[in-house]
C-alpha cells in the first residue's frame, strides 16, 4: 500500500525559511514524477514543483521559482520542499504527490497517490 506522509509544516514568519518532507513507502517510485501542490483557504488546489524520482530532473511553476526548491533523497524515499522567503501568500495546506506522468503535467488528477498535507501559515 502506497503512502505518502508530510511533515515539517508549521507557522513562520514572512521572510523565514521552511523544509517539508514527505516519506514514500510502498512501491517502488522509479519512472514516478513526485510533486507538490498547495491549497490555500478559499482556492483551488494548485501545482508547486514536481521532480522526477528516477533522475532527479525538476519543474516549478514559474511564480514560485527561486524561492522553492525540490528535491529527493531515494536512500530515504523522501521528497523535499525546500521554502525560502516565505510570505504569507504562501500560506496553505501542502500536498505530497506521486504519479506517472512528465513533469510540465500539472494537473491533479494525472497523480495517483497523495499525503493528507501539512499546514504552513507564515505571518506578515
Known amino acids: 500500500q502506497v503512502q505518502l506522509v508530510e511533515s515539517g509544516g508549521g507557522l513562520v514568519q514572512a521572510g523565514g525559511s521552511l523544509r517539508l518532507s514527505c516519506a514514500a513507502s510502498g512501491r517502488t517510485f522509479s519512472g514516478y514524477a513526485m510533486a507538490w501542490f498547495r491549497q490555500a483557504p478559499g482556492k483551488e488546489r494548485e501545482f508547486v514543483a514536481a521532480?522526477?524520482?528516477?533522475?532527479?530532473?525538476?519543474y516549478y511553476t514559474d511564480s514560485l521559482k527561486g524561492r522553492f526548491t525540490i528535491s529527493r533523497d531515494k536512500a530515504k524515499n523522501t521528497v523535499y520542499l525546500q521554502m525560502n522567503s516565505l510570505k504569507p501568500e504562501d500560506t496553505a495546506v501542502y500536498y505530497c504527490?506521486?504519479?506517472?506522468?512528465?513533469?510540465?503535467?500539472?494537473?491533479?488528477?494525472?497523480?495517483?497517490?497523495w499525503g493528507q498535507g501539512t499546514q504552513v501559515t507564515v505571518s506578515s
Open positions: 504527490a506521486a504519479g506517472i506522468t512528465m513533469l510540465t503535467i500539472t494537473t491533479e488528477r494525472k497523480y495517483d497517490y
Open positions: 521532480i522526477s524520482w528516477s533522475i532527479g530532473m525538476t
